[in-house]
């Protein structure tokens, strides 16, 4: 079983900065697992936004629409993995989830945090 609490959400304007944070705990082993986030904006579906695979070497993926802006990395020394999210647009409000998961892949992940609420106002 694998605890995940984000952090690190907020109101920014656009073209402005955020770096979400998320906490893992349990077992087994973090650096076993592939790290995702992922967001819900209001009214539509989740949606996958980057994942990297336990050595946060080549298997680093993103969404087409945060490539460029978002940057994700992983601490297996301090279980966490970030989400560095630069020049953010309105369309990058949503509220934010990391996941835990077996593959790395856009889908099917284990474990979920609460979430994170980002708020871009134009």
């Known amino acids: 079983q694998v605890q995940l609490v984000e952090s690190g959400g907020g109101l920014v304007q656009a073209g402005g900065s955020l770096r979400l944070s998320c906490a893992a705990s349990?077992?087994?082993?973090?650096?076993?697992?592939?790290m995702g986030w992922f967001r819900q904006a209001p009214g539509k579906e989740r949606e996958f936004v980057a994942c990297?695979?336990?050595?946060?070497?080549?298997?680093?993926y993103y969404a087409d629409s945060v490539k460029g802006r978002f940057t994700i990395s992983r601490d297996n020394a301090n279980n966490a993995v970030y989400l560095q999210m630069n020049n953010l647009k309105p369309d990058d409000t949503a509220v934010y989830y990391c996941?835990?998961?077996?593959?790395?892949?856009?889908?099917?992940?284990?474990?979920w945090g609460q979430g994170t609420q980002v708020t871009v106002s134009s």
């Open positions: 349990g077992r087994p082993t973090f650096s076993d697992y592939v």
């Open positions: 996941a835990a998961g077996q593959i790395v892949r856009t889908y099917g992940y284990d474990y």
């Open positions: 990297i695979n336990w050595s946060g070497g080549e298997s680093i």
